[in-house]
C-alpha cells in the first residue's frame, strides 16, 4: 500500500544551523516520484524539491537537498543555514509511477527557527 | 514560481446548498487537480482532471462532488449538496505533464459548512 511517513511532529532549531526532517515511504512501484514541500503560516503552499527514485544522486536546490536513501525508503529534507523564515510545516509527497497522478502526503513536521 | 489562483479565499455556506469553488491554473499546465485539507492535519487527493475528464478519484470523491473546466476557464469543484464534514481548505494544483513533474498550488479556498 502506498503510504507516507513522517514522524516527527515539531521540531526547533536555532537560526543559521542546519536542520533535517524525516520521511520514509511505502510503494511497491519500481518507478516513483518524491516530493517536499512547505505550508508557511498563511496557508501556502510551496514546493520546494523533487527526487526521482531512478536518480541516484541526491536532489539540491538552493539551501535545500535531500538524503536519498533508497534501500531504506527514506527522503531526508535537509535546509542548511536556516532562516527565520523558514519556519512553516514541511511535508513529504509521494507520487507513483507513470499510471497515477495522486499525491500521497505525510503528515508533516512543523519547523520552527528561532532568532 | 508558477502561480495558481483560487477564488474565493474564503466561503461560509448552509448546509445542504451547493458551493462552486474555482481555481485559475498556470496558463501552460493540463494537468488539473484538487486536494483536502482538514485543519490541522494532512492533504488528502481529491480528484485529477485532464483533456476534459477525470482521471483519477479518490473515496473522498462523494458523489456530490463533479469537476469541470469548461472552454479552458476556471477549474471549479462543485459539491451539491454540501455537508458538515465538506469543512476543510480545498487546494486546487496544477502540473505541465504528468511525469513526475511536481505540482504547483494555490492558496487555498477554506470553506465553512454551518
Known amino acids: 500500500a502506498q503510504k507516507v511517513t513522517q514522524t516527527q511532529t515539531s521540531i526547533s532549531v536555532v537560526e543559521k544551523t542546519t536542520v533535517t526532517m524525516d520521511c520514509v515511504y511505502e510503494?511497491?512501484?519500481?518507478?516513483?516520484?518524491l516530493f517536499w514541500y512547505k505550508q508557511t503560516a498563511s496557508g501556502e503552499i510551496v514546493f520546494l524539491i523533487r527526487q526521482d527514485s531512478y536518480k541516484k544522486e541526491n536532489a539540491t536546490v538552493g539551501h535545500y537537498s535531500l538524503n536519498f536513501q533508497k534501500p531504506k525508503s527514506s527522503i531526508g529534507l535537509i535546509i542548511t543555514a536556516t532562516q527565520i523564515e523558514d519556519s512553516a510545516v514541511y511535508f513529504c509527497?509521494?507520487?507513483?509511477?507513470?499510471?497515477?497522478?495522486?499525491?500521497?502526503w505525510g503528515s508533516g513536521t512543523k519547523l520552527i527557527i528561532k532568532p | 514560481g508558477p502561480k495558481v489562483l483560487q477564488i474565493p479565499s474564503h466561503q461560509i455556506i448552509d448546509m445542504g446548498q451547493m458551493v462552486t469553488l474555482n481555481c485559475d491554473p498556470v496558463s501552460n499546465h493540463l494537468y488539473f487537480y484538487w486536494y483536502k485539507q482538514i485543519l490541522g492535519q494532512q492533504m488528502e487527493f481529491l480528484v485529477n482532471f485532464y483533456n476534459g475528464k477525470v482521471m483519477e478519484k479518490s473515496k473522498l470523491f462523494k458523489d456530490q462532488f463533479s469537476v469541470e473546466r469548461p472552454d479552458g476557464s476556471y477549474f471549479t469543484l462543485k459539491i451539491q449538496p454540501t455537508a458538515l464534514e465538506d469543512s476543510a481548505v480545498y487546494f486546487c494544483a496544477s502540473s505541465l505533464v504528468l511525469g513526475g513533474r511536481e505540482q504547483y498550488f494555490g492558496p487555498g479556498t477554506r470553506l465553512t459548512v454551518l
Open positions: 509527497a509521494m507520487r507513483e509511477g507513470d499510471s497515477n497522478y495522486q499525491l500521497i
Open positions: 510503494t511497491r512501484d519500481s518507478s516513483y516520484f
